[in-house]
């Protein structure tokens, strides 16, 4: 039995796609936006959500268990997570580089196994970026805010080159629309979970 299959169990109730506003949008040359405004996060700050993304290599009580950060966030979806180059002044931070294996709705055609770069990471958020020749064709970027006892949480994907249009027709293979919308699933349940993981 496996650490993942074991904290599944554990998991509360994941929030659902309605609890977001998710916004699709087409752009000039085959680029996709997919933006995701999340319910906020009780009980979270901007500097619970830094700390988070800065120590994802580390392990969290969960469950009664002692567990790696990465899974507990996701238990179902997330398979692992590394830290494929540190940041230049160490750790996980900006300039840093993260592996990223993950497999949305269980299905193993939705997997993914990439390498992002940290381009942003502060108390106003995350910003994760893929690049061809030099050229952004992936864009990951979570914004946060403060509010009262909460956090108000962004999600904007980018799919696609504003010059390589030939680079959208192969990432509009690689990710159809369908997987987009398993991916908004995924995304809006781990943005979630942190309501459950941060406070305390």
Partial sequence: MTVSYRLMKLVPE???????TVTYTRLPRGRRRVTIDHRPLANVTPSDLLG???????????GGRT???????????????????????????????FRIVEQFAGRPEWRVDVVDRVEKLDETGIRLVQRVAGV??????HTWSPGRDRT?????LDLGARALPVVNRVLRRRFPDEMVRAWVRHNIEEVGQLEHLLPG
């Fill in 136 to 141: 952004i064709v992936l864009q990951l970027e």
């Fill in 152 to 156: 108000h949480y962004v999600s904007v």
């Fill in 14 to 20: 994941f929030r659902t796609v309605d609890t977001a």
């Fill in 52 to 62: 988070w993304f800065s120590g994802l290599d580390g392990t969290i009580e969960y």
């Fill in 67 to 97: 567990v790696p950060r990465y899974l507990a966030w996701h238990p179902i979806d997330h398979i692992r997570w590394e830290l494929a180059r540190p940041a230049p002044g160490g750790g996980a931070a900006e300039g840093a580089r």
